[in-house]
DNA sequence: GTTGAAACTTAGTTTCC
DNA sequence: GGAAACTAAGTTTCAAC
C-alpha cells in the first residue's frame, strides 16, 4: 500500500468536510495546482483511500427513532456469530457495529420509524438469533454530533 | 418546510450511497429526465435536505484507536452540560454524540492516534470537567459497519 | 515519477417551450 | 418537466523538472 504526504493528508481533510470541492477552489488551501490536486484526488478515490463519497441528508426526512442496541453475545461457536453480522450489515436501518470490549459484545444504532418498528426490528434481528445472550436498548434521546471523519493529522 | 414526493426520496437513497453519481447516470435509476433530476438535486443541496456531501476515508490512514464513552452528567445545572457538549462537539476526535435515556447519559465515540491519546483526552475533556459525575469506556475491536445513512423509504 | 499549463471532454446550469 | 445552448469542471496530453 501507498502512503499519503501532507498534500494527500490535507486534501483528505478538506474532502471529508466537503467532498464537492472543486480542484480549483482547493488549490486555495492546499499550495499545488488544480490540474495536480485533481489527479491526486482521482487516484485516491481509485484505490481506495476515499471508500466513498456520501450525501449526507439532514434528520427532518424522517421521523426516525434511533436506539443503541448492546448486544452480548454466546460465544461457544464463530459461525453463528459471523451469521449475526452479516445479517446485521445487510439491514439499512443499522448504522453502527461496533465490536468492542468489556461485557458486551457489539455496539448496533438501529434507526427506524417508530417504537413498532424497533419492536419488530429487535425480535426478528436479535430475539431470536442464536448467537444473542442478551441485549439492552438505550434510546437515543438526540443526535448532537454524527460524522464519519477521521482526526487527520497534516503529518 | 417542504416535503419529498418519490422522487426526491429515491434521488436522496441514492446519493447516501454515491454522492458523486451524476444527473445522467442517476435517469437510470430514477423516472425522470437528466435536466429535472439535476434540478432536484441541487435544490436539496441548497435548501438543508442534503446537509453536506462528505468523502469516507479508508480506516487505513491511521492507525486509529476507538472507544465508545458511557458518560453520566452531573445534571444540577444546564449550563455546564451545554458548555461540555459544546466542548466536545468541536473536538475533531469525537465521531459521535448521543444523548440517551438510561443511566448513562451520553455515548461519545472519540477517535485518537493511541492509548497515551486517549488518557490525555479522557482527562482533558471528561475527567476535569464539572458537568461529568462518571464515565466509562469500551475500546473499539473492529467497526463492522459505520454510515450516515438513514433508511428512506420510497413513500 | 510528478508537476503545471493548455487542449479536450464531460457534466452542470440556464433558457426556452 | 424536458431539450438545447451555454458555462464550468474534470481529464488527457505534453514539456519541464
Redesign the pocket.
Known amino acids: 500500500m501507498r502512503d499519503w504526504d501532507r498534500?494527500d493528508r490535507q486534501l483528505l481533510a478538506l474532502l471529508q468536510e466537503d467532498a464537492l470541492?472543486?480542484?480549483?477552489?482547493l488549490a486555495r488551501d492546499v499550495?499545488?495546482?488544480?490540474?495536480?490536486?485533481?489527479?491526486?484526488?482521482?487516484r485516491m478515490r481509485e484505490d481506495g483511500t476515499i471508500v466513498a463519497d456520501r450525501a449526507v441528508v439532514a434528520e427532518k426526512i424522517g421521523p426516525f427513532l434511533s436506539a443503541m442496541v448492546d448486544v452480548q453475545l454466546d460465544r461457544h461457536a464463530l459461525e453463528p456469530v459471523e451469521q449475526l453480522l452479516r445479517k446485521l450489515e445487510a439491514r439499512p436501518e443499522v448504522q453502527t457495529i461496533l465490536e468492542v470490549a468489556g461485557p458486551f459484545d457489539l455496539l448496533v444504532l438501529v434507526v427506524v420509524a417508530n417504537m413498532d418498528a424497533f419492536n419488530a426490528f429487535a425480535d426478528a434481528m436479535l430475539g431470536s438469533d442464536p448467537a444473542v445472550r442478551r441485549y439492552e436498548t438505550r434510546f437515543v434521546k438526540r443526535r448532537r454530533k454524527f460524522t464519519t471523519a477521521w482526526p487527520i493529522s497534516p503529518v
Open positions: 498534500y470541492r472543486t480542484a480549483e477552489d499550495a499545488l495546482s488544480p490540474s495536480a490536486i485533481a489527479r491526486r484526488v482521482r
